[in-house]
């Protein structure tokens, strides 16, 4: 199993159009940073390759380019704002691969948007012309709930997007079918918190026992819907995984700098980089 990091920018992205600062203009390609977004990429029980996506941002095409995906098997969403969600038409080649369809998971708020931004794919028969549209298996999911996926278990929890609810996730091995994942070992359980200001009470529960931490640290200055890279790290203090690794960056964070001053379990990721075991799988 390998966790490969798609992006790891804000809503932006870095550099952001028309800006000149340090880190825009930086040649480390660890600041350059798309919309944040991971891919779970690994072999299951029946020897079968899956691809579970984790959000569908706005650079999908490229992004799926950049990591030579060749199958999405699953589309897993935080919430519904424009940078997790508007690569959704993307899916459509890999419904072609595949000769099949793909399930999306989403709570109600969020599925509430895909359908109405997307309803020329799911109502594709209102459609004027036979175009060509994703197919997708809509999946409604509820905090604390959790499914089996492929020999994962996988628990969505409440996390605080300033005001609004969203999701995180959690990943676990399945003990329904008592599925070994190869190489699962390195990375579960893993807990992916993108887009975070706060963590209900109830939620911790989720966090506990961790060896991955995924974290939103936007940036050092206060923000009313994420954490500072401050807070952030205080919350992985907390938390205590084996890795933490920080996601959704803004223009404000050097990578080389503040990778450097940071705890030695804990790292900002960037695009491109690649957590666990490949088990054949190509990383570059």
């Known amino acids: 199993m390998i966790l490969r990091f798609l992006g790891t920018g804000t809503s932006s992205g870095v550099p952001a159009i028309a800006c000149d600062c340090r880190v825009c203009t930086s040649t480390d390609q660890r600041d350059t940073r798309l919309r944040a977004g991971a891919a779970l990429q690994f072999i299951d029980s029946r020897g079968q390759d899956r691809v579970i996506l984790i959000d569908a941002t706005p650079d999908l095409r490229q992004q799926a380019l950049a990591a030579k995906l060749r199958r999405c098997d699953a589309v897993l969403f935080t919430h519904n704002h424009v940078d997790h969600t508007f690569g959704v038409d993307e899916l459509r080649r890999f419904n072609v691969v595949q000769q099949g369809p793909i399930e999306v998971f989403a709570d109600a ?61 959690r990943f676990d091995a399945s003990s ?10 390195s990375l579960l359980p893993l807990a992916y918190c993108t887009d975070v200001s706060g963590i209900p009470p109830d939620s911790w529960k989720h966090l506990r026992g961790l060896r991955t931490l995924v974290l939103d640290a936007l940036r050092h ?57 490949s088990l054949g799988l190509t990383a570059p």
């Open 109 to 169: 708020h969020t599925m509430g948007h895909l359908r109405r931004v997307y309803q020329h794919i799911f109502e594709a028969d209102r459609n004027v012309n036979d175009s060509f549209v994703a197919s997708l298996l809509p999946r409604l999911i509820e905090p604390g709930t959790s499914f089996e996926l492929f020999g994962l278990r996988i628990t969505p929890f409440k996390l605080l997007h300033g005001k609004l609810p969203i999701l995180g996730y």
């Open 221 to 277: 200055r206060r923000h009313p819907t994420h954490f500072t890279l401050g807070e952030a790290t205080s919350v992985a203090h907390e938390v205590g995984a084996a890795q933490t690794y920080f996601v959704h960056m803004s223009h404000d964070v050097s990578h080389e700098e503040t990778d450097a001053e940071l705890p030695e379990t804990m790292h900002l990721a960037y695009d491109g980089l690649v957590l666990g075991e």
């Open 176 to 185: 329904r079918e008592g599925a070994t994942i190869g190489g699962a070992a």
